[in-house]
């Protein structure tokens, strides 16, 4: 699979037209590749596109779940490139870990965590979950309790969402109730609190760091840039046009051999600028720095206040949002019905 990847990379643009910034291994679980296949798509990125601040200083993540690597692996992935790891954890709490279906134990990631610092890795993200069935807030203070006490350079902290045609979904009556909405909200604040008092800052509704880690690939879908995906089922936009990669094996080979990479892509979306002024205002608010009035002039050569004057001013009176000079952002009370506020920016 790697090098049908590998193949796509270099067939799908010429590297003068697309400047790389960051580099993000993703979906499923990439860390059950080899070292030598991610080491093959690297070396095609490498090869076709302009990496814009050079290799060793290109913020290259990859996601990988505790127990599916090891010591001399993690070392190759290091050599390679790999500078940046996003570790799956989820909870610190065995019995939450199985409701969720994980088949990792605490004690494999925290070996999985030992052995990444062994391999010279200095940036890694863990995330965790919240509001897990039969989960109380002491259950979340241990499990950030223990993560806290490795001193990682990110946490990513979201609450559980139940997705429709998942098996929890399905199965929703054989779980431990789901924390009430009092109790979300408590685990929220709490770690907000906890986590800025041991040095991590909140630069996105639901992600934490220490000066300087912010995760800049995930920082480029909230401000909209540019982005690429390879492989199946990949997501790409591009100049406001949208669209996925098939997610039929097969398929996505056949094109690639007969050298038909526009047909790869499908759910094709052309956004509108009322598409776009939408995403601007809901993804830029995710960020604790919020928008600008001149970015937003900037994007769309006219005013902020001549399409949402109204909500502006109904969400500032209700100090749900502030405005700061130029700038506009979430109040703390507003981040916690940040939903409903951003559906208030949706335009007919």
Known sequence: MASIVAYYICKWLDKKNYGVTTIFFGGGTPSLLSAE????????????????????????????????????KLIRL?????NRLSIGLQSANDDELKLLGRIHTYEQF??????????????????????????NIDSWIN?????????????????????????????????????????DRKM?????????????FRYEISNYSKKGYECKHNTAYWIRDNYVGFGLGA?????????????????YIE??????????????????????IEEYMFLGLRLMDGITVKGFKDCFGVEIDSIYRKQLEKWINEKMLEKNGDRIRLTEAG???????FADFLLD
């Open 78 to 82: 290091r050599y390679i490139g790999i």
């Open 255 to 276: 094109l690639l051999h007969f050298n038909d990479i526009q047909s790869i892509k499908e759910d094709i979306d052309e956004l509108s600028t009322n598409d776009c």
């Open 235 to 251: 997501s790409s936009m591009v100049d406001n046009i949208r669209w996925r990669n098939k997610d039929n094996l097969d398929k």
């Open 188 to 200: 929220y604040q709490y770690t907000k609190k906890y986590l800025e008092q041991k040095g991590y």
């Open 335 to 341: 981040i916690d019905i940040s939903n409903v506020i």
């Open 110 to 135: 925290a070996q999985t965590y030992k052995w990444a610092r062994q391999a010279g890795f200095e940036n890694i993200n863990i995330d965790l979950m919240s509001a897990l069935p039969g989960q």
């Open 143 to 183: 499990t950030l309790n223990k993560i806290v006490e490795l001193e990682p350079e990110h946490i990513s902290a979201y609450s559980l969402i139940i997705e429709e045609n998942t098996p929890l979904y399905d199965n929703l009556d054989k779980y431990p109730p789901l924390p009430d909405e009092e109790n």
């Open 37 to 72: 296949d991610i080491e093959t798509i690297l070396y095609s990125l490498k090869q076709k596109y302009n990496l814009r601040n050079g290799f060793d200083n290109t913020e290259i993540t990859l996601e990988m779940n505790p127990g599916t690597a090891s010591l001399e």
